[in-house]
């Protein structure tokens, strides 16, 4: 009898545990290894987790410890960052090669411990390190805490979407290849989704592509994320809206669209109802880049939204994306973009500024003796005319340990020459080099206007924080205006997120309240701006107490 009731009161205990406790501790494992994969009628070894492509994805609730394993099992250095995670005083699991660790090299591991606080939705996590993020990526679901529900009805079902690109090339030749040259890389083969290019995608008409099986009457939550190195993307379903309820881990006034506009590094979730008629639906991805000099891959990767119950041979109905130059509706999606700002989910706007910048975002060219292919010269990108040089030592262990010669904290507040930034460009276009931080202290009230310029052409850019949120405040065409347009800026309501695309030629303004200490990176998300340089870092001081400062490093933090 005895016995009985303690069996019955562990079964009890072991049943109400998951239900009762909040937060837990999840592990994962990602074995990084080469795997052989077929798309567009020919087979490439491709560096994956867990043999997967896109990989695994990690399943978390609001208040999470993960313990993510990653085990470097091929010949290329690895690390992993966990896109849009604060990372709360924990630089140590953000993962940018160099910047906050060394890489985990061939044959070594490094567990990422961190805890997921204060947000839930969609991210995602990707090699940080060369172009390896290219098949090195998947989504991150973070569920609110339990009993917690979404603002918006409850979806019926879920579903990940993960956007990305093809390359018939092996992509670290891609890069090595435009770095050797000074010119710009080749573009993707293919754009996927969930892997796949569809019958649409890059002229190739096998395997068919990625099929969202849907019942009549149910409603979808699609959580969309865009993992193509270097392309902005339209996505859409044919004959079906898209209601936008959250990006990048933040919920938003809900808005219904046609086509969503995502940027590299952003996550978008979107309810879909399954409303219409039964039948086969093209859902599509393609290009935005209303800039004509640059290449991009045109391909259209299609996919299906099949309704439970039609014959698979029945037609689908087609959906054509806009075309790649269509500024007006990439600029109509981002203008519909609010904070939900509730009770419950308030916009904590900084109504104050302690540090103001303006950082100029764009390209240069710089003299080059052994680029013979690109006439000795050099394409390089820049951020406030500097182009950051990657250190040999990560920067964050050289800022807590106080190893010197690594970095300067000498990053200029604001463009060191003032010209008309998107218009004609300066005759001299050549840029600075320098591995230079943006100091802050503890708290700090921030204001960043990132600021296009003309230098080759005018082009978006999607730059990416790490270590924050930031609140979107303002964006205009041409030059900012210091004086006037901050009177235009909504410090009410506006979009909170990790990602923001500068429209081509104009600018953004975005706030953010510096209360994470440790060593943040801040980059363009087109990798091709990336390796030529278009990022820096913000180094936060610690503030008072160990609340107030950067965790110990584990003990099992790569050496370099
Ligand atoms: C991929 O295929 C090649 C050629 O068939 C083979 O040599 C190699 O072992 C395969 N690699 C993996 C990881 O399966
Ligand atoms: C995660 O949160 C727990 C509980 O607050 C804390 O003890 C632990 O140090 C945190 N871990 C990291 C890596 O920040
Ligand atoms: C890039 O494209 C050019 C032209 O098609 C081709 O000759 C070259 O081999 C490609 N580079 C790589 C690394 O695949
Ligand atoms: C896409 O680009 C290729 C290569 O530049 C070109 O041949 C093709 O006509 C383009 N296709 C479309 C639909 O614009
Ligand atoms: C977009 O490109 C097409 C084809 O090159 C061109 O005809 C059209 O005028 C362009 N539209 C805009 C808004 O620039
Ligand atoms: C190469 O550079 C030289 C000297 O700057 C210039 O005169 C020439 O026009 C350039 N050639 C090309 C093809 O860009
Ligand atoms: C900057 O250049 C643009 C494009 O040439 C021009 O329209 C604009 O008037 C210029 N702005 C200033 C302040 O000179
Ligand atoms: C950028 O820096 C280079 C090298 O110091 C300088 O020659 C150039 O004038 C600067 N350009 C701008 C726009 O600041
Ligand atoms: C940080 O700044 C915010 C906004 O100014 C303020 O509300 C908060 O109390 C500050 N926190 C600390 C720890 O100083
Ligand atoms: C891998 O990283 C280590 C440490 O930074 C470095 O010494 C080594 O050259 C790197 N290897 C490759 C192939 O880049
Ligand atoms: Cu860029």
Redo the contacts with the bound molecule.
């Keep these: 009898m005895e016995k009985c009731w303690i069996r019955v009161w562990i079964v009890l205990v072991g049943c109400l545990l998951p239900v009762l406790v909040q937060s837990r501790v999840r592990h994962y494992q990602f074995n990084v290894v080469m795997k052989n994969t077929t798309r567009l009628c020919s087979t490439k070894s491709i560096v994956t987790v867990n043999g997967k492509f896109p990989g695994p994805t990690v399943y978390a609730r609001e208040d999470d410890n993960l313990l993510i394993r990653v085990i470097n099992r091929v010949k290329?250095?690895v690390t992993i960052h966990w896109h849009g995670i604060r990372q709360l005083r924990n630089g140590w699991a953000d993962g940018p090669a160099y910047i906050t660790q060394?890489?985990v090299?061939p044959g070594h591991s490094y567990v990422y411990n961190f805890n997921v606080t204060g947000q839930r939705g969609t991210l995602w996590w990707h090699a940080h390190i060369s172009w390896l993020r290219v098949t090195v990526h998947g989504a991150i679901v973070i569920l609110p805490k339990l009993g917690v529900a979404y603002p918006f009805p409850k979806p019926d079902r879920e579903a990940v979407v993960v956007l990305g690109e093809w390359w018939k090339a092996d992509t670290e030749a891609v890069i090595n290849q435009a770095m050797k040259s000074g010119l710009a890389p080749n573009v993707s083969d293919a754009h996927t989704i969930n892997g796949h290019p569809g019958g649409g995608g890059g002229g190739c008409a096998a395997a068919g592509g990625y099929q969202l099986s849907v019942a009549p009457g149910k409603t979808y939550l699609l959580r969309l994320v865009n993992a193509a190195l270097n392309e902005e993307l339209f996505f859409k379903i044919a004959g079906h809206k898209l209601t936008v309820v959250e990006v990048d881990a933040v919920y938003v006034k809900p808005f219904k669209t046609d086509v969503v506009v995502i940027a590299p590094g952003q996550t978008t979730n979107v309810v879909v109802a399954a409303d219409q008629a039964a039948g086969k639906y093209m859902v599509a991805a393609s290009t935005f880049m209303d800039t004509p000099v640059v290449a991009i891959d045109n391909t259209t990767a299609t996919a299906t939204l099949h309704y439970s119950g039609t014959l698979s041979n029945s037609p689908t109905a087609p959906v054509t994306t806009p075309p790649p130059n269509a500024t007006a509706v990439a600029a109509k999606f981002a203008n519909s973009l609010r904070s939900l700002n509730s009770p419950k989910y308030p916009a904590k706007v900084p109504a104050t500024v302690d540090h103001s910048l303006v950082i100029t975002v764009g390209l240069g060219v710089n003299p080059c003796r052994t680029c013979a292919a690109g006439n000795f010269s050099r394409v390089v990108a820049a951020m406030n005319n500097i182009t950051f040089v990657m250190p040999?030592t990560a920067i964050l262990q050289a800022h807590v340990l106080g190893i010197n010669g690594v970095f300067t904290a000498d990053f200029p507040g604001n463009p060191p020459v003032a010209y008309n930034y998107t218009g004609k460009p300066p005759a001299n276009i050549s840029t600075r080099k320098g591995t230079k931080l943006y100091r802050l202290p503890y708290n700090a009230s921030v204001q960043v206007v990132l600021q296009d310029t003309g230098i080759i052409a005018p082009e978006t850019h999607p730059i990416h924080l790490h270590g924050f949120n930031f609140f979107v405040v303002g964006k205009g065409l041409g030059n900012f205006n210091p004086k006037i347009d901050p009177q235009n800026f909504n410090l009410i309501d506006p979009v909170e997120r990790n990602t923001i695309a500068v429209p081509t030629g104009g600018w953004v303004a975005l706030r953010f309240l510096a209360d994470n200490p440790g060593v943040w990176f801040m980059h363009c998300h087109f990798e091709v701006h990336t390796s030529w340089g278009l990022k820096m870092a913000f180094l936060v001081d610690n503030g008072n107490g160990p609340g107030e400062s950067i965790i110990p490093p584990p003990k099992d933090l790569p050496k370099?």
């Design positions: 290329y250095n060394c890489p090299q040999a370099c």
